[in-house]
DNA sequence: AGTTGTCGAGACTTTCTGTCTCGTCAATAC
DNA sequence: GTATTGACGAGACAGAAAGTCTCGACAACT
């Protein structure tokens, strides 16, 4: 990620500032735009930057709202280890949970995932994104196989889904709660499901 | 739903073939557009019709697209009694990821879904939808319940959403395939959560 | 001092949504 | 049987937004 151009570069060198000034913006309006859609000139003007700068570094729209979401989401969610399936899978949805169910996240989560939709520029860094929040609760849930708390040949990947199948739907689809509640229901219901 | 007007209405009727040709247009255009956008041009000149005639019954695009997905999905799906929570559950789910795996039928949902989340006008049909499928699985739920297959506190909306969250997720972000072998997985696995 | 490439600013093009207008046509009223 | 009413197809129009292009200014390197 860290530029090393191998060519000595001539010229005046990009503003990191302005760049992350973007990205700031961009989560900014993500967050408290639940009616209007998040423009490339709001951000442009909100972060003091023209919008040939964010074109030169972004593909597109969708590329910077993604990037903007990547550098948050999950950087609070910690990664429990304490030796019981049972409890590493709740602390972790409900942390997740917690998140993801603050108005700002929730928000930024839904622009983000329609764009991703309609943006090809957005389609990998969402897979990305979706990837990486994936990769840590399989961790843990490999974890519990190594310690015989699941059946070796359960799928993983089908019981990952379903934890953040339910984050992802009731988020786009607002039908029902996200909180710290239904994540200790969904922990036990995902733990006993492995267990059997 | 059946039109009974009081007044008797004069002047020229509403065309309810121009109405169906639309819906017909916006189901087949929703689902052979992988790349570029549904647009209410498009759907005017296929269907031979203008633009205002859309207008006059529509309030926005995404309504139209709610009300021709919601004529079509799930209309194939059965809704199986054999006695047995496994069984039902497996035949539901097979039903509906076999659908849903439809790269036409794929498409049309994750169109609709980003729709829904910038139109207003299509949440709440998005919403009436969801709603009408979930109503089906839980129907489902609730007879393996009564039957004794299901403990009696069991929470079975995150049961619901555990399943269709699965198939959303997948649907929208592309990471894993939706067919009958996920399918028949799933409803082990739910079946045997809802047991334990 | 000259070259190169970014900067903020904003005009501009293109695409799409939704509105408005027009002449036409069908169903009811008189 | 003619007038009224309102939907019809067609398309011009306005507004919003994405993305491109141009400008003069500025910073880093030769």
Redesign the pocket.
Known sequence: MTGDTHR????????EA??Q?ILDVAVELLGSAGD???????I??A???????I???W????AVLLEALAGRAGADIPVPDTGSLRADLEAFLRATFRAAGNPHTASALRHTMAEAQR?P?AREPMRDFLASRRRVLRGLLERARDRGEIASGADLDLIVDQAYGVLWIRILNGHARLGEAEATALAGSLAGQARG
Chains 1, 2 share one sequence.
Do not use: F, L
């Open positions: 000595p570069h001539t010229g005046r060198r990009r503003n302005a760049r000034a209007g859609p998040v423009t490339i000139d709001t442009a003007a972060a003091g930057v023209g919008k040939q700068t074109y030169r570094w593909p597109s729209k969708g943006d520029h």
